[in-house]
């Protein structure tokens, strides 16, 4: 039998539960720390940008039988852009957890033509195949060890087309031209001109955006 993920608004004791199931190791790809990265202390140091809600941002958890199992952050400090985090429980990584947190945002039809940007450490293939499965491209990185990516969002009807072309097709450069389509194809998408020239890429609480502990 087939477990319903079920998504809602996120609150504070079921983040924390969340957090407290993750590794250090995870914690510590997601928030990119260089030293000691223990549940407790991540989520007091932290909890402002896990929480972010409107009019800022928006946190969502998702839920497998009533457990929180993974968390997606979307944070803007201006209109018209965000960053995009998104923590997964080590038990439940690669079970489709972030794809499913990242449609629910999509389809609510709120962000089309916004430009959303992620960061990544360098080498975190897995949260690099959710990016270019949700339709995000590369773009230039002006920090080591990391990936940047970016997506101008946009109508869900495109947006569809764009994801299940990037899954079926792993080559980057093909994945990269459907997402460059789908914004060609959207009126209001004219492409991000800023993304990647050395911006400070921090969210809200000064956080940078790190998508996905996972391996």
Avoid at 53 to 74: C, D, E, H, K
Avoid at 113 to 118: H, L, P, Y
Avoid at 126 to 147: K, N, S
């Amino acid at each position: 039998m087939t477990t319903v993920i079920e998504i809602r608004e996120a609150d504070r004791d079921r983040v924390g539960a969340l957090v407290a199931e993750c590794s250090p190791d995870s914690l510590r790809r997601r928030f990119m720390m260089g030293g000691p990265a223990e549940p407790a202390e991540v989520f007091r140091r932290y909890q402002r940008f896990l929480l972010a809600g409107p009019p800022t941002g928006v946190a969502l958890l998702a839920f497998r039988g009533g457990t929180p199992v993974g968390l997606l952050n979307f944070v803007s400090e201006t209109p018209g852009t965000a960053e995009i985090g998104v923590l997964v429980a080590d038990a439940w990584q690669r079970q489709g957890i972030g794809s499913a947190l990242s449609r629910w945002l999509w389809t609510s039809g709120r962000w089309a033509g916004w430009t959303v940007r992620a960061t990544v450490q360098a080498g975190n293939t897995g949260a690099e195949a959710l990016l270019l499965g949700q339709g995000f491209r590369p773009v230039p990185t002006y920090e080591r060890g990391e990936r940047d990516f970016a997506l101008v969002v946009p109508g869900w009807a495109i947006m569809t087309d764009v994801m299940k072309e990037a899954v079926d097709d792993e080559d980057a450069a093909r994945a990269d031209g459907a997402q460059r389509r789908a914004t060609g194809a959207d009126p209001r998408c004219r492409g991000d001109r800023h993304a990647g020239r050395g911006r400070p890429r921090r969210s809200a609480a000064g956080v940078p955006a790190a998508l996905l502990p996972g391996r």
